[in-house]
């Protein structure tokens, strides 16, 4: 007797089957079932990808390995993507990203090496910021609502100065943040204008020429053009490590009020 499957005359005999229990819809593919997988980030991460804030699959395209196993070229780290819960968190890490790199390189440097830094992915920075303009008064509204934080909570006659020294800070720090607002003044948002620095300058500056700290002929406006005088000092600079002793200077001539730490 032929075995099963042999031909038997010239034939190929058919090999019954035996029939399968059908799969049940409500249990999921990976126990067995023929219900869908959930697609929630566990399962994405588990597969090498990753969500955006909207809980999108945000996979980045497939890379063909070196040979050997290994990837060519050197190896980076992949993006973070916190989800939406993380939204805040996300916005707050590219601003801190931007404010470190436009300090070191200047307004100009490339958003996605933002993006790199901030450690989310480019469509991520786009969401919060739709071009770099819109990502620079960010930063500088930040830089705002902490001196009239420093307003807010320094007593006295003597917080003038700590809101002089700071804004000095913000100049030496980053002056592409000056040159930003000379350069795009007629689109800057209003909430963002001089009229925002001259309240927040006005009380603190009063008390300081009350206590002799300031000169009394002083006024926001007049604190204002001394920034701008900063940023020029700073920006005349041929090597970036004398601006400081330069501002310092500087402010001496003007004022020794206005003194600056050379340090």
Not at 6 to 21: D, F, L, M
Not at 202 to 214: F, I, Q, Y
Not at 224 to 232: C, D, H, K, P, R
Not at 254 to 261: E, Y
Request: glycine letters at 8%.
């Amino acid at each position: 007797m032929p075995a099963p499957g042999e031909s038997r005359n010239g034939v190929r005999a058919r090999v019954p089957v035996e029939p399968r229990a059908p799969l049940d819809p409500r249990v999921p593919l990976e126990q067995g079932g023929a219900g869908p997988a959930p697609a929630d980030a566990t399962v994405l991460a588990a597969a090498g990808r990753g969500t955006d804030e909207r809980g999108t699959d945000e996979r980045a395209p497939d890379r063909k390995p070196a040979r050997g196993g290994a990837r060519s070229g050197a190896a980076r780290r992949a993006p973070t993507n916190r989800g939406p819960a993380a939204a805040s968190e996300n916005r707050a890490a590219i601003l801190a990203a931007a404010r470190t790199l436009f300090a070191e390189q200047g307004y100009g440097v490339p958003l996605s090496a933002i993006a790199r830094a901030a450690g989310v992915g480019q469509a991520v920075l786009y969401r919060h910021f739709p071009d770099r303009l819109e990502l620079a008064w960010a930063v500088f509204a930040d830089n705002l609502a902490e001196l009239e934080h420093l307003a807010a909570t320094t007593p006295g006659p003597e917080c003038f100065g700590v809101l002089w020294r700071r804004m000095v800070e913000f100049t030496l720090a980053s002056a592409a943040f000056v040159e930003l607002v000379v350069q795009a003044h007629p689109t800057m948002p209003e909430a963002l204008g001089e009229e925002r620095f001259e309240r927040l300058l006005a009380e603190p500056l009063a008390r300081a020429r009350d206590a002799g700290l300031a000169d009394p002929r002083w006024t926001p406006s007049d604190i204002l053009l001394l920034e701008l005088m900063v940023y020029g000092v700073v920006t005349a600079q041929p090597d970036p490590s004398d601006a400081r002793a330069a501002v310092a200077r500087a402010l001496e001539l003007v004022d020794p009020r206005l003194g600056l730490d050379r340090s």
